[in-house]
């Protein structure tokens, strides 16, 4: 008697189910998955590499700016690591070559400063200047001189 209740019983619990796998049932999560993938995925995948690419590509003279916000110049490469980076007359800091947040301008390859160069413009001025070309002005227009009597 208790083997016919309990068959009962199952078949009463799955009514008109196949018991089978259902694809349906997984698109909606394959659908979020590939939407995540192409919208935040593969674009912070781009954004990493451009950042090693660009850190890869420091060299003497570009002017940077640190994940601290500081500005400066960097006057020497010590290792695949280490940069070092003016940021005032005579101020050096080392800093990690990955707390370099953007390479603002590339300059060209500086020569250090001597003893005797005291009125030579400073490492940080050249590539300030470097950076910020002025703009060219308009010719001034001129004008007739006026008669007097």
Not at 81 to 104: T, Y
Not at 120 to 146: D, G, I, L
């Amino acid at each position: 008697m208790s083997l016919s209740f309990i068959s009962d019983a199952m078949a009463q619990g799955a009514p008109g189910a196949a018991g089978g796998f259902d694809f349906m049932s997984l698109l909606p999560l394959v659908a979020i998955f590939v939407v995540f993938y192409f919208f935040l995925i593969r674009p912070q995948q781009k954004k990493v590499q451009q950042q090693k690419d660009m850190i890869g590509s420091l060299r003497r003279g570009d002017r940077v700016i640190t994940t601290g916000g500081i500005f400066g110049v960097i006057t020497k490469v010590v290792s695949d690591h280490e940069l070092e980076i003016e940021i005032a007359d005579g101020v050096k800091v080392k800093v990690a070559r990955a707390m370099v947040a953007d390479c603002v301008s590339k300059g060209q390859p500086l020569v250090e400063k001597s003893a005797s160069s005291e009125d030579k413009p400073s490492v940080v001025e050249r590539a300030t200047k470097a950076a910020t070309k002025p703009k060219a002005k308009p010719a001034a227009k001129a004008k007739a001189p006026a008669n007097k009597k």
